[in-house]
């Protein structure tokens, strides 16, 4: 490696271990982790600002007039993927509703109702994270017995999997800058750039209610980091979303509220899991019986009801609340005049505080370097070497005269080069998934890792075969006159030729490989099986701060940087070849093989 190249590399690498050990070194700042529950405290009256063609909610068609007893239900015949265990699928970015906390444990209001609910019909809770534009698939097919994750139940969305009944209602929320011209969902109009998150019930709102067209994000940190730089106009955002996430003193602000037009909340199972839904149904009921739901809907999510709504069966009990309202009058009166607002802040203190709190660094490394890296290397190895050993057999197979091999090679090539990354991930767990259960116990860890192989072998596979028909016709000729079949001469005088030279584009796949790691993600992982980007993301969404995924990206470059100049390494050293030191001259009286031949 040159001077350059290894002097860059050593400077990156002592400013990430500089700051890597800042993060052992120093505990972190005490901060407000929005993944706790923010107690009663934050007690919200029924909003004064809803949407006037919205005071309550639509005719409710789908709740249940009544649930099983709870000691009626056979924990038996519920059809769940591992007995005695209730597998759910949920998301760790949108507090309080769902979430991980700062502990590593996924929790919020809707997965401790479940939990509950778990609790009374005698079953254990797995939970595992996943993106919501994958969930209801996932519900449908059976990888998770339950979804949970504020959803609200639309009658496109009961086509795909069946609802238990509500144990949350919706309000929509429309939060915008700081001063924007927008005052409610009636300004809103086409031209303006007006976010959602993709696959949620508030863009089917946005589009089938509203008639315009949103621009559409993967989660919710992302749509709000948006909004706070102004690169979007609004944010139509769940209620409990909103709530969480704007902070005292961000430039953005919840101007109107609208409820749900799609019914009320609730959890997704299989359409054709009956016993598993009454179940559920059965412990919703229990658990607002004995006052477990109201305690949980109290510390998480303390806001008053809508008038006519309330959670469970028609035959379920009032919850007894608190009186929200006065309790929100209470605390506005405790907490008196607040005086004049802060002057806003400028467009690089926001970046800054977005960006760089170095509190967060702190605490966002160790759990970088505990769980993040170790699961980032661990799938990028192991795809690596299926992607290698695929990837020669295709190569092998592409540049055969037998049609019968040449072809399938050509199709699988075009087919997992063609197809976007993600796709093919969800396809691969989604499909193969359930057939492999036996094998694999549910487990999406192997099968990210069959997934990103699988790629990364059809692109490993082309690299590879234009390795071998670079080599010069020659070299295989030469071969075979002196006396090598023709599979010697491919193994070993071509082949190693072709690898040799396309050294530098491996390692260029493996860097590629490593970043793509990240999207395994979307089959379901638990919390200690996340990679780096996601580590980073969780840690994102507890404290509303894009900190945490800066972190995440330092280590990738940790992890790149010295393989991208590893590359030049090696393409200058094929290039320019082994520079010879001392001259091999037969006649040099010095040379060893001329005294040898002396003697």
């Not at 609910?117 to 059976?142: E, H, M, N, P, Y």
């Not at 919390?527 to 996601?534: H, P």
Request: charged share 15%.
């Amino acid at each position: 490696m040159t001077r350059d190249g290894i002097s860059k590399s050593a400077v990156l690498l002592l400013v990430v271990a500089t700051v890597f050990g800042l993060g052992f070194g120093m505990a972190p700042a005490a901060r407000a982790d929005q993944c706790a529950p923010p107690g009663i405290q934050s007690a919200s009256a029924l909003p004064t600002n809803l949407a006037a063609a919205a005071q309550g909610p639509g005719a409710d068609k789908y709740t249940t007039a009544g649930a099983p007893p709870i000691d009626s239900v056979d924990v038996n015949g519920l059809g769940l993927q591992t007995p005695g265990v209730l597998t759910v699928g949920t998301l760790s970015d949108a507090p309080p509703s769902i979430c991980i906390d700062s502990a590593g444990q996924f929790t919020g209001f809707d997965n401790e109702v479940l939990r509950a609910i778990a609790d009374k019909l005698g079953l254990r809770v797995d939970f595992v994270g996943t993106d919501f534009s994958g969930l209801l698939a996932q519900v449908a097919s059976r990888r998770f017995d339950v979804g949970s994750s504020s959803i609200t139940t639309t009658d496109a969305r009961r086509q795909t999997v069946g609802f238990t009944n509500g144990y949350d209602f919706g309000y929509f929320s429309l939060v915008v800058p700081s001063g924007s011209a927008i005052k409610g969902f009636g300004d809103l109009a086409a031209g303006q750039r007006i976010g959602v998150v993709q696959g949620t019930v508030q863009e089917a709102y946005v589009v089938d209610t509203l008639g315009l067209d949103p621009v559409k994000f993967p989660d919710y940190n992302t749509v709000y980091g948006s909004l706070k730089t102004r690169q979007i106009d609004a944010w139509v955002a769940p209620s409990q979303q909103a709530q969480g996430t704007v902070q005292p003193g961000d430039p953005t602000e919840i101007i109107e509220n609208t409820f749900s037009l799609d019914n009320f909340v609730a959890y997704a199972v299989a359409k054709e899991n009956k016993p598993l839904i009454d179940a559920l149904n059965a412990g919703l009921d229990a658990v607002i019986a004995d006052g477990t739901w109201a305690r949980l809907y109290t510390d998480w999510v303390p806001r008053a009801l809508p008038p006519g709504w309330k959670p469970g069966s028609k035959a379920a009990p009032e919850p007894q609340l608190p009186d929200f309202t006065a309790l929100a009058a209470e605390s506005a009166e405790t907490a008196g005049d607040p005086g004049a607002p802060p002057p806003p802040k400028s467009t690089l203190s926001q970046l800054k505080d977005t960006f760089l709190d170095w509190d967060l660094y702190k605490q966002a490394i160790p759990d970088l370097f505990k769980t993040g890296l170790p699961n980032t290397l661990i799938l990028t190895f192991a795809a690596s070497i299926i992607g290698i050993v695929l990837g020669m057999g295709l190569a092998m197979a592409g540049i055969s005269k037998t049609r019968w091999l040449r072809w399938p090679a050509r199709i699988y090539t075009d087919v997992f080069r063609g197809l976007p990354e993600v796709v093919i991930i969800l396809l691969i767990g989604l499909g193969i998934g359930p057939v492999v259960s036996p094998l694999t116990g549910n487990n999406p860890y192997p099968l990210g890792i069959a997934a990103l192989g699988l790629m990364a072998g059809a692109y490993i596979g082309e690299i590879f075969r234009s390795g071998i028909q670079s080599v010069e016709a020659g070299q295989l000729e030469a071969s075979r006159a002196l006396g090598f079949s023709y599979s010697s001469s491919m193994r070993l005088v071509v082949v190693p030729q072709g690898i040799r030279r396309v050294l530098p584009a491996l390692v260029n796949q493996f860097i590629s490989l490593l970043k793509a790691s990240s999207l395994v993600y979307f089959l379901g992982l638990i919390a200690s099986q996340r990679e780096l980007f996601q580590v980073g993301r969780d840690l994102n969404a507890q404290t509303g701060n894009l900190s945490p995924l800066v972190a995440a990206g330092l280590f990738y470059l940790a992890l790149t940087i010295p393989l991208t100049h590893l590359v030049n390494y090696i393409d200058d050293r094929l290039r320019r070849g082994r520079t010879q030191t001392e001259p091999d001259d037969p006649l040099d009286p010095a040379n060893p093989m001329r005294n040898q031949e002396m003697v």
